[in-house]
C-alpha cells in the first residue's frame, strides 16, 4: 500500500499518520493536549466555537450532476460555484502542508453490495478517530484492495476568506458529487463529518441505486422483525430503539433495498446531557476507552463527567463503535420492516400516544417530520415551538421530499408494513400544564405494537386528525390513549387540536401544494 497524498498534491515528505487505531490516536490527542480521558477512560475534548452543525454554511457544487436533481428550493441545499471548488481545496492543502496529518480508511454502507470507501484526511487526531468511530473497519482484503469512492478533507484550524472563497463566513462543509470530495473547515464540529456522508449517501442511493434513506434507528426482534424508529432530536430516537428484548441494527442512519434494511454506520453518535445509567445503560456503558465525548465539564476537582452540565452546549455528545453495545447486530442488518414508527414530542400534547397510520397518512405525516420544542429556558416561557423537517432529516436531504416519500409509500406498501405515530410528549394539557407520556407506557403501547397485540384491538377515528387510536391496550390507562379525554377542559383541547391542524396545514405549502391533513 502506498501510504502517500501526493495524487492530492501534498508532498511526498508529508508527515502521515495513517490508519493508527484508536487507542494510538486517543494518546496523540492527550499528547497534543487535545483532550483529556475521564474516569472511564473515554477521550474528552472541546471542540471549540462550533458545538453543532452550522446549516447556512453546508454547501452543494452546482454542476451539471446537481443542477437538475437537487432541491434548490430548499434552505439547507445552498448553492457553491463549481470553479471555486477547486481553488479553495488547494487552499487547504497548501495550509495543511508540512503538518502532521492523520488518515483513516473506511468505509459506510453495511450491505457489501452498497459500500462506500471513504478516506478522511484530517488535521486533528480526534477527528480521523471520529470517523474510525463513525464508519465501518475495513477488512484487510478491503485495506489491501482500499481505493477511495469519497474523499473527506477535515482542517478545523483553516478558515476561509469569503469574499475570495465564496463562503458565507469563515467555517464551511462543501460537497462536490462531480470530484466525490467532500471539504471541512473552520469547524471542529465532528458531526460535520458524519451528516456530509450522509448527505451523500441520500443523494447517491435515491438517484442511483434505488434505496431509500432514512434518518432513523433500527432493531430486530427474536423472531427476525425488523422495526424502524424516525424521529427529530429529543422524541426518544435511541432511548426507544434500545429494548434489551431486541438487538440493536443502529440509531441513526440506514437504508432500505429491496430485501431489508442495513445501517449505514459502524458507530453512534449520541447526546449525552442529563445522561443517567438509569435511564440510558447502553449509552452510559459505552463512555469507555475508545469512545469520544464532546464539550463536557467534569465535577470540580475530578475526571467525572457532569452530565448536566450545559456551559459549554445543550449538544453534548458521545460518539463510539457500534460494538460498544453489547446487544448490537454485527454485520448492521436486518429484514424488510414488519413495523415503522414515527416519533413526536407533542408538547400541545393533543396528539395520541399511539396511532396507526394509513399509508396516505404515513406520506403526509413523514414529509411534516413534526415535533415540537418548549421555548426558553426552564423558568421562562412555556408555549410550545413547533418544528417541522421533513423526512425527519431536512437538513440532509438533497432531493426534494416527495422523492423519499414516494418512495417509503412504495415500500411500505410492498412490505404490508405497519406505520404507526407515538407521541412521547405532552398528555392532559400542553407544556407546563399537562404531564409528559410517561416512558413506561410508551414502550408498553411500542411491545404491543411489535408483537401484535395491536392487531387484535379494537379502533375509533379521532375527529379532527383522523387518526385510527385503540380503545385499549394492556398495561395502559384507557384515558389516556383518547388524548381529548386526558384533557379535563375539553374546548381547550379542541382550540389547541385545531391549532395544530393548522400548523401542518401550513407547513405542507412550503412544499409547492396545499394538502388538507385530515383528507
Given at each position: 500500500?502506498?501510504?502517500?497524498?501526493?495524487?492530492?498534491?501534498?508532498?511526498?515528505?508529508?508527515?502521515?499518520?495513517?490508519?493508527?487505531?484508536?487507542?494510538?490516536?486517543?494518546?496523540?490527542?492527550?499528547?497534543?493536549?487535545?483532550?483529556?480521558?475521564?474516569?472511564?477512560?473515554?477521550?474528552?475534548?472541546?471542540?471549540?466555537?462550533?458545538?453543532?452543525?452550522?446549516?447556512?454554511?453546508?454547501?452543494?457544487?452546482?454542476?451539471?450532476?446537481?443542477?437538475?436533481?437537487?432541491?434548490?428550493?430548499?434552505?439547507?441545499?445552498?448553492?457553491?460555484?463549481?470553479?471555486?471548488?477547486?481553488?479553495?481545496?488547494?487552499?487547504?492543502?497548501?495550509?495543511?502542508?508540512?503538518?502532521?496529518?492523520?488518515?483513516?480508511?473506511?468505509?459506510?454502507?453495511?450491505?457489501?453490495?452498497?459500500?462506500?470507501?471513504?478516506?478522511?484526511?484530517?488535521?486533528?487526531?480526534?477527528?480521523?478517530?471520529?470517523?474510525?468511530?463513525?464508519?465501518?473497519?475495513?477488512?484487510?482484503?478491503?485495506?489491501?484492495?482500499?481505493?477511495?469512492?469519497?474523499?473527506?478533507?477535515?482542517?478545523?484550524?483553516?478558515?476561509?476568506?469569503?469574499?475570495?472563497?465564496?463562503?458565507?463566513?469563515?467555517?464551511?462543509?462543501?460537497?462536490?458529487?462531480?470530484?466525490?470530495?467532500?471539504?471541512?473547515?473552520?469547524?471542529?464540529?465532528?458531526?460535520?463529518?458524519?451528516?456530509?456522508?450522509?448527505?451523500?449517501?441520500?443523494?447517491?442511493?435515491?438517484?442511483?441505486?434505488?434505496?431509500?434513506?432514512?434518518h432513523c434507528s433500527?432493531?430486530?426482534?427474536?423472531?427476525?422483525?425488523?422495526?424502524?424508529?424516525?424521529?427529530?432530536?429529543?422524541?426518544?430516537?435511541?432511548?426507544?430503539?434500545?429494548?434489551?428484548?431486541?438487538?440493536?441494527?443502529?440509531?441513526?442512519?440506514?437504508g432500505w433495498y429491496?430485501?431489508?434494511?442495513?445501517?449505514?454506520?459502524?458507530?453512534?453518535?449520541?447526546?449525552?446531557?442529563?445522561?443517567?445509567?438509569?435511564?440510558?445503560?447502553?449509552?452510559?456503558?459505552?463512555?469507555?476507552?475508545?469512545?469520544?465525548?464532546?464539550?463536557?465539564?467534569?465535577?470540580?476537582?475530578?475526571?467525572?463527567?457532569?452530565?448536566?452540565?450545559?456551559?459549554?452546549?445543550?449538544?453534548?455528545?458521545?460518539?463510539?463503535?457500534?460494538?460498544?453495545?453489547?446487544?448490537?447486530?454485527?454485520?448492521?442488518?436486518?429484514?424488510?420492516?414488519?413495523?415503522?414508527?414515527?416519533?413526536?414530542?407533542?408538547?400541545?400534547?393533543?396528539?395520541?400516544?399511539?396511532?396507526?397510520?394509513?399509508?396516505?397518512?404515513?406520506?403526509?405525516?413523514?414529509?411534516?417530520?413534526?415535533?415540537?420544542?418548549?421555548?426558553?429556558?426552564?423558568?421562562?416561557?412555556?408555549?410550545?415551538?413547533?418544528?417541522?423537517?421533513?423526512?425527519?432529516?431536512?437538513?440532509?436531504?438533497?432531493?426534494?421530499?416527495?422523492?423519499?416519500?414516494?418512495?417509503?409509500?412504495?415500500?411500505?406498501?410492498?412490505?404490508?408494513?405497519?406505520?404507526?405515530?407515538?407521541?412521547?410528549?405532552?398528555?392532559?394539557?400542553?407544556?407546563?400544564?399537562?404531564?409528559?407520556?410517561?416512558?413506561?407506557?410508551?414502550?408498553?403501547?411500542?411491545?404491543?405494537?411489535?408483537?401484535?397485540?395491536?392487531?387484535?384491538?379494537?379502533?375509533?377515528?379521532?375527529?379532527?386528525?383522523?387518526?385510527?387510536?385503540?380503545?385499549?391496550?394492556?398495561?395502559?390507562?384507557?384515558?389516556?390513549?383518547?388524548?381529548?379525554?386526558?384533557?379535563?377542559?375539553k374546548s381547550a383541547?379542541?382550540?389547541?387540536?385545531?391549532?395544530?391542524?393548522?400548523?401542518?396545514?401550513?407547513?405542507?405549502?412550503?412544499?409547492?401544494?396545499?394538502?388538507?391533513?385530515?383528507?
Amino acid at each position: 500500500m502506498n501510504q502517500s497524498l501526493s495524487y492530492l498534491g501534498f508532498s511526498e515528505n508529508q508527515p502521515i499518520h495513517w490508519r493508527l487505531d484508536s487507542k494510538t490516536l486517543v494518546q496523540h490527542s492527550i499528547d497534543k493536549k487535545f483532550g483529556v480521558l475521564n474516569d472511564t477512560g473515554a477521550l474528552c475534548i472541546e471542540t471549540g466555537k462550533y458545538t453543532g452543525r452550522s446549516p447556512k454554511d453546508k454547501y452543494l457544487v452546482y454542476d451539471t450532476i446537481t443542477d437538475s436533481q437537487v432541491d434548490w428550493s430548499s434552505s439547507f441545499n445552498n448553492k457553491f460555484e463549481s470553479s471555486k471548488f477547486k481553488p479553495l481545496m488547494n487552499k487547504m492543502i497548501s495550509y495543511l502542508q508540512g503538518k502532521e496529518l492523520y488518515v483513516t480508511d473506511a468505509k459506510a454502507c453495511a450491505h457489501d453490495d452498497y459500500k462506500v470507501n471513504i478516506r478522511t484526511v484530517c488535521e486533528f487526531p480526534w477527528s480521523a478517530q471520529f470517523a474510525q468511530n463513525m464508519f465501518i473497519d475495513l477488512t484487510e482484503s478491503e485495506k489491501n484492495t482500499f481505493k477511495e469512492d469519497w474523499l473527506i478533507i477535515c482542517a478545523p484550524g483553516f478558515e476561509a476568506n469569503p469574499s475570495e472563497d465564496g463562503t458565507r463566513q469563515g467555517n464551511f462543509s462543501i460537497l462536490s458529487f462531480k470530484d466525490k470530495i467532500a471539504l471541512i473547515g473552520g469547524s471542529g464540529y465532528t458531526g460535520e463529518i458524519k451528516k456530509g456522508i450522509f448527505t451523500v449517501l441520500n443523494f447517491e442511493l435515491a438517484v442511483n441505486r434505488n434505496v431509500l434513506p432514512m434518518h432513523c434507528s433500527a432493531n430486530i426482534g427474536q423472531e427476525g422483525d425488523t422495526a424502524l424508529f424516525f424521529g427529530l432530536s429529543g422524541t426518544g430516537k435511541t432511548t426507544l430503539s434500545a429494548d434489551p428484548k431486541r438487538k440493536l441494527i443502529g440509531d441513526d442512519e440506514h437504508g432500505w433495498y429491496d430485501q431489508g434494511v442495513f445501517n449505514f454506520e459502524g458507530g453512534c453518535y449520541a447526546k449525552c446531557i442529563d445522561l443517567t445509567a438509569e435511564k440510558e445503560p447502553e449509552i452510559y456503558a459505552a463512555i469507555r476507552p475508545g469512545a469520544i465525548v464532546e464539550n463536557i465539564k467534569f465535577f470540580e476537582g475530578t475526571n467525572k463527567i457532569n452530565f448536566e452540565d450545559s456551559s459549554i452546549t445543550e449538544n453534548t455528545r458521545v460518539s463510539y463503535p457500534i460494538n460498544h453495545i453489547e446487544n448490537a447486530v454485527i454485520p448492521s442488518l436486518g429484514g424488510i420492516p414488519k413495523n415503522i414508527f414515527f416519533l413526536t414530542y407533542d408538547a400541545y400534547g393533543v396528539l395520541p400516544p399511539i396511532s396507526k397510520l394509513t399509508k396516505e397518512q404515513a406520506s403526509y405525516y413523514f414529509m411534516s417530520g413534526f415535533t415540537a420544542k418548549v421555548a426558553g429556558t426552564e423558568a421562562g416561557v412555556t408555549e410550545p415551538q413547533l418544528t417541522f423537517s421533513a423526512c425527519f432529516g431536512a437538513p440532509f436531504l438533497p432531493l426534494h421530499p416527495q422523492k423519499y416519500a414516494e418512495m417509503l409509500t412504495k415500500k411500505i406498501k410492498e412490505a404490508q408494513a405497519n406505520v404507526w405515530m407515538i407521541n412521547t410528549g405532552m398528555t392532559g394539557g400542553v407544556y407546563g400544564v399537562g404531564s409528559r407520556m410517561k416512558l413506561s407506557y410508551t414502550r408498553t403501547l411500542i411491545s404491543a405494537a411489535l408483537d401484535g397485540t395491536l392487531n387484535q384491538i379494537e379502533y375509533f377515528k379521532d375527529p379532527i386528525f383522523q387518526l385510527e387510536i385503540p380503545k385499549s391496550c394492556p398495561g395502559v390507562p384507557s384515558e389516556i390513549l383518547n388524548p381529548r379525554d386526558a384533557w379535563s377542559d375539553k374546548s381547550a383541547y379542541d382550540t389547541k387540536a385545531n391549532e395544530l391542524v393548522n400548523a401542518f396545514e401550513k407547513n405542507f405549502e412550503k412544499f409547492g401544494a396545499t394538502r388538507n391533513l385530515v383528507s
